[in-house]
């Protein structure tokens, strides 16, 4: 099992820049994918990025391609999500999530099984 702790949301003005963060715990040797999902209220939870972290490779979604990256702090086992020029569309509660056995569809959230309880950005 893994335990994920997000971090790091908050309110900030559109165009401004967040920094989540996703400290993993207990079987942190296990994750194949790690990603970031976000839900509006009323709206399905999204995928917003993911790592691979076998090969490193990234996904993002359109909506954030070009504004948001998605890293991983090995030395500390923590996923980042470095968000800039937010929007007001942006505003969600932020989730992050792993998998340990690899996935065809990383920016599907069925596809995940160990989640956060998220972090709130608000971009207004």
């Known amino acids: 099992h893994v335990q994920l702790v997000e971090s790091g949301g908050g309110s900030v003005q559109p165009g401004g820049s967040l920094t989540l963060s996703c400290e993993a715990s207990?079987?942190?040797?296990?994750?194949?994918?790690m990603g970031w999902f976000r839900q509006a209220p009323g709206k399905e939870r999204e995928g917003v990025s993911c790592?691979?972290?076998?090969?490193?490779?990234?996904s993002y979604a359109d909506s954030v391609k070009g504004r948001f990256t998605i890293s991983k702090d090995e030395d500390k086992g923590t996923l980042h999500l470095q968000m800039n020029s937010l929007k007001p569309e942006d505003t969600a509660m932020y989730y992050c999530?792993?998998?340990?056995?690899?996935?065809?569809?990383?920016?599907?959230?069925?596809?995940?099984?160990?989640w956060g309880k998220g972090t709130q950005v608000t971009v207004s």
């Open positions: 207990g079987d942190t040797n296990l994750p194949a994918c």
């Open positions: 790592i691979d972290l076998r090969y490193g490779y990234t």
């Open positions: 999530a792993a998998e340990p056995s690899p996935v065809l569809k990383p920016l599907e959230a069925y596809e995940y099984r160990f």
